[in-house]
Each structure stands twice: as C-alpha cells, then as structure tokens.
C-alpha cells in the first residue's frame, strides 16, 4: 500500500528514456509527482541527454475533475469500464457486454477522489511552480472535449521551436 520510493521510480524513469524509441524525445505522464523527483530526474538529465523541453499543465477545475473521477463504474462480472456521463452503459446499473452489475469502486468515491486531489495538489503544486520558473510550463485547459484536449497539446508540440 505504500509509494516506490522517489529514488527508485526517478531510476526506472531514467533507464526506460534512454531506450532507442526515446531518441527523439518522450513524453512522462504523472511524473515526475513531487519536487524531490523533480530536483533529481533534471540534475541526472542535465548529465545525460540533455534538460526537459517543456511541460504540458493540464487546467480543469475542481469541481469538473471531481466529476470525472467519481463517474466511473465498472461492471463486476468482466470488468468493462463506463462513465456515468462521457460513457454511459446502455442499461443503467448494467453492462453492455454481459449484463452485469455496475459498481462505483471505493476509490471513485467523492471523499477519496477529494483526498486525492488534496494529496496531488500538495504534492504537485510545487513542481508545477518550480519548472513555471524555469519557462518550461505551458498551460493546456483540459475542461473541453478529449479531442479538443488533444488538438491543444498537438499545436502545443507542433511549435515546440517557438518555446525554446
């Protein structure tokens, strides 16, 4: 129930970037997720290929990150997925694929869900702030569409030169 240590994961992150699919560039989701790891991946890459070029922050309210991870339902009997909103079963409570019931897992829980921004925020906040320093943070509103989301990283990405 615990973390890897920071170390281990900054290790294992480090390794997998320097695997030839990496050679013209990566894209790390959810890490680094403190400033430890953060201060330690940048001080290795300086070393080794070279400082991150950017870093996407995704923007969405409270309120509507709430709402996307507490919606989740997933059906007991084969484990499909669903969202009460973005993707929602045919028959409420069943699922499409083999008619069982639908459940909310305890971790999808408003409660938890808010434990876990509080704990993301806390953690995160600082290394947003701290590549925000550096010039390497560009703010991406993540409140619209998923393929609005992703036309907004890809301009992003297309004018990676314009940033550097």
């Known amino acids: ?35 430890d790891q953060a201060l ?11 400082p991150l070029d950017l870093v996407l922050n995704m923007v969405v309210e409270r309120g ?3 709402r996307r991870l507490t ?6 009997k084969c484990g499909a997925v669903y969202h009460i909103v973005f993707k929602p079963a045919l028959v409420a409570g069943r699922c499409d694929l083999c008619g069982g019931k639908l459940y909310q897992r305890s971790d999808d829980h408003r409660e938890t869900v808010s434990k876990r921004l509080d704990v993301f925020e806390e953690q995160t906040g600082p290394v947003i702030e701290y590549y925000r320093r550096r010039g390497l943070v560009r703010d991406i509103d993540g409140s ?13 990405l297309n004018n990676l030169d314009d940033y550097l």
């Open 64 to 66: 509507e990150l709430v």
């Open 40 to 50: 330690d991946s940048d001080r290795n890459l300086e070393i080794s290929d070279g």
């Open 144 to 156: 619209c569409s998923r393929d609005e989301v992703f036309q907004r990283i890809r301009k992003v």
């Open 71 to 76: 919606g989740r339902r997933v059906c007991r």
């Open 1 to 35: 129930g615990e973390l890897v240590p920071d170390h281990i994961v900054t290790a294992l992150v480090l390794e997998r970037i320097k695997e030839d699919d990496c050679r013209k560039g990566f894209i790390l989701d959810g890490y680094p997720r403190n400033l």
